[in-house]
């Protein structure tokens, strides 16, 4: 058997020796004490890349993007986000059960929020509304494909929530791919927000990892509810070793994964049969067949069958995710036998 192909996803991916190397040298001490060198030396790092005060390592994005509005909200208060984003979708609704916070959900175009409809999703003061408290933004936007929120989209979210005294929070999982792609600088990104969540476990290969970086005094908050959650952790330095050695190798090799991934977008261009749901920006593909009635199902088992793994987001939708364990002769292998099965 040839060796699996697994695209369902950037997290799939095992640390290299290199990163073990790493991790088993890590200088290590209690983090829920603040002892942890290696942890200290990571959120430092974090917070002067995003161009903050300060940063919280967690164990998940999931728990980043829930500590990052719990600290910067009260029960009652209401958030306004996008209709596709993962804190909407994927996150077990853990704003509402753990803040008691509202979410105001917005049809935007592919990820993005739609600027002109802001300002009546904001409420006005009045005994009836909850308070609109925070914006969020989520960059590279996974459900639209690995979209890139464009420059001066986000810097209009974000003049606009900040004129209104709100909040903004930018799930930046992939925050990452977006900036190898654009070249705009990271802490340029930073600094039209308040708080960012930035993944270590996707496109830079790390087991585990995620990071909450922002103002002194929201981190401040951001540490107490991750203890109360359970994600304090002890000689946490051994994963943070494995983030550090991710940023010095793991960043500027993202365009591999974005042209790997431009490469699969053709073949499904080419094939006719599906058409590419949004245009391959970064390392995310999602297609659907062009026929209105034909089902994904079929095709899923036909490419398991030769060694390649996808992810059915529905019936009718399919996504695969190009990352650093998807080798170039891996990517050959997809175009030989991909377009076959594709036009079959
Ligand atoms: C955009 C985005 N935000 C947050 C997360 C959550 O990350 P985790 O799986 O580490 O909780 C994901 C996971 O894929 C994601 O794609």
Known sequence: MERIIDLRSDTVTRPSREMREAMASA????????????????????????????????????MSNVLALLSQTSPGDEVILDRNCHIFNYEVGGAAVLGGLQLFPMDGEGGLLPIDSLPAAVRPANIHHPRTALVAVENTHNRAGGRVYPFDQLEAVSRFAHERRLRVHMDGARLANASVKTAIAIDRYGALVDSVTFCFSKGLGCPIGSILVSDAATIDRARSWRKRLGGGMRQVGILAAACLYALDHNVARLAEDHDKAARIGAIIERSGKYRLTFPVETNIVIFAPVDPLAGMGALERSIRGVGILAHLISERSMRMVTHLDVQEADIERIEGVLPRILEA
Do not use: F, Q
């Open 27 to 62: 200088e290590v001490g209690d983090d829920v004490l603040g002892d942890d060198p290696t942890v200290k030396r990571l959120e430092a790092r974090m917070a002067r890349l995003l161009g903050k005060e300060a940063a919280v390592y967690v164990p998940s994005g999931t």
